[in-house]
T-cell receptor, first 112, second 112 residues
């Protein structure tokens, strides 16, 4: 049982490049989330989705876009990467709004 | 939405010492309450949960009781081990809000 799988695990980008982070879950969860984790800042919600075809902004959405075309996948895009987006990105999913979240192992992204 | 205040770390203890990590929350409704643990290089994992007032969640020797009157969910363990060294996050969920909320995290360091 894979749970939540994030791809890639590590990536180094140059300023201005674009990339997409992929999150896949095999638990048939409705809700999915993207967070970033920075030292001393805890977890900050970037975007989330309450079901296939829906997305919503979280606490820090600027510079990111998301898509949820299939229930099991939630994609996070950086259109023009900036050094301030250097972070560890976590994807999570849950069955409902008051249910526990299941997290992936993270993507470590460095932007030079 | 919900909010949470969690004691700052790091908390440094000797093996077999008693642990308390304080957590208080605010919510418009009656949220479910969770504690997550994050080991180095990994994503968050659910440690324990409680879904209604006076419920006690427990797992791996850790306990926390849902105290509605004081809006608290303090994490305790009677005898910590070196392997408990990790970052712990308190997280109220639901209670009328779709937005997940996490505390800043408390780093626990246990020395032999």
């Amino acid at each position: 049982n894979a749970g939540v799988t994030q791809t890639p695990k590590f990536r180094v980008l140059k300023t201005g490049q674009s990339m997409t982070l992929l999150c896949a879950q095999d638990m048939n969860h409705e809700y999915m989330y993207w967070y970033r984790q920075d030292p001393g800042m805890g977890l900050r919600l970037i975007h989330y989705s309450v079901g296939e075809g829906t997305t919503a902004k979280g606490e820090v959405p600027d510079g990111y876009n998301v898509s949820r075309l299939k229930k099991q996948n939630f994609l996070l895009g950086l259109e023009s990467a900036a050094p301030s987006q250097t972070s560890v990105y976590f994807c999570a999913s849950s069955r409902g709004s008051n249910q526990p979240q299941h997290f992936g192992d993270g993507t470590r992204l460095s932007i030079l | 939405g919900n909010s949470v205040t969690q004691m700052e770390g790091p908390v440094t203890l000797s093996e077999e010492a008693f642990l308390t990590i304080n957590c208080t929350y605010t919510a418009t409704g009656y949220p479910s309450l969770f504690w997550y643990v994050q080991y180095p290089g990994e994503g968050l994992q659910l440690l324990l949960k409680a879904t209604k007032a006076d419920d006690k969640g427990s797992n791996k020797g850790f306990e926390a009781t849902y105290r509605k009157e004081t809006t608290s969910f303090h994490l305790e363990k009677g005898s910590v081990q070196v392997s408990d060294s990790a970052v712990y996050f308190c997280a109220p969920r639901g209670g009328g809000s779709y937005i997940p909320t996490f505390g800043r995290g408390t780093s626990l360091i246990v020395h032999p």
